[in-house]
């Protein structure tokens, strides 16, 4: 038995309630005691520098140790690490297993990433179908955020006619249900939307969303995107309105 196992519940909550350096000290003290959760959690205020100094080479060597543990949250973290670069090179290939284990054990952020390798072929052979099932199977979960990110990738293939017919409407509709659920691609795809049935007011609404939301490289696209737009009101007022949203 650790001095961790030994607090109450109400001493873990007040060893929380402190400033964010004295939660993750604490959070520390857990994980090195072995606790898998804590683990995971420091893992995630290294890799976001949340009460502690950003450290992405540390937060891959807990979010290991909290896999090797079978945390499924910790096995889709070291994914997203070697999807995307963080304390690690890039390996699409070391990505793709971590989430091909963590989707399998019914993880709906593992399954929407493995599916956006599915299908974009990165690191894994591409098979848009066996993508589309799985982001079907995450939008049906109704989990909050990964689940509005997956009707949006749903809403793409319906546009564009992968693994399935071409349906507009669908798409449209899938765009909508990931806007209002929070995802910032989504909004800016139901905006678009929106402009083309020239419903230019609403649409400018979820741009200013997709603002407030989007992510800075998500955002320099969508702007360039805007700035060419065939529909004149996004040229300029719809550019406004993103901007206006990242100034929130």
């Known amino acids: 038995m650790t ?5 109450s519940p109400d001493a873990i909550a007040a060893r929380l309630s402190g400033s964010p350096a004295e939660r993750a ?3 520390r003290e857990a994980a090195d005691a072995g606790v898998a ?5 420091y893992g995630q205020m290294l890799l976001d520098g949340t009460g502690v100094a950003a450290d992405p080479v540390a937060a891959l060597g807990w979010f290991t140790r909290a896999a090797a543990q079978h945390h499924v949250m910790a096995l889709n973290m070291v994914g997203r690490c070697y999807d995307l670069g963080w304390g690690t090179r890039v ?3 070391r990505a793709a297993e971590c989430y091909r284990v963590a989707a399998a054990r019914g993880l709906d952020w593992a399954m929407y990433n493995y599916a956006t390798l599915l299908a974009l072929g990165d690191g894994v052979a591409e098979d848009k ?3 589309l099932a799985l982001l079907e199977t995450v939008a049906a979960m109704d989990t909050g955020l990964a689940s509005a990110k997956a009707i949006n990738f749903v809403g793409s293939f319906a546009e564009d006619g992968w693994a399935c017919e ?4 669908r798409a449209a509709d899938c765009y909508r249900q990931a806007a209002e659920g929070g995802d910032f691609r989504g909004c800016f795809n139901h905006a678009r939307m929106l402009g083309a049935a020239s419903d230019i007011e609403a649409a400018l609404h979820w741009l200013k969303q997709a603002g407030e939301r989007g992510n800075a490289a998500f955002l320099a696209k969508a702007e360039a ?3 060419t737009s065939e529909i004149p009101a996004f040229r300029t007022r719809g550019v406004a309105a ?3 949203g990242v100034a929130c």
Request: aromatic share 6%.
């Open 37 to 41: 959760e804590a683990q995971a959690v």
């Open 166 to 169: 071409r349906d507009l409407a």
């Open 129 to 131: 179908p066996a993508a």
């Open 3 to 7: 001095a961790i196992d030994t607090l």
């Open 25 to 27: 000290a604490f959070v």
């Open 225 to 227: 995107w805007l700035a």
């Open 91 to 93: 390996d699409k290939t």
């Open 242 to 244: 993103l901007r206006e």
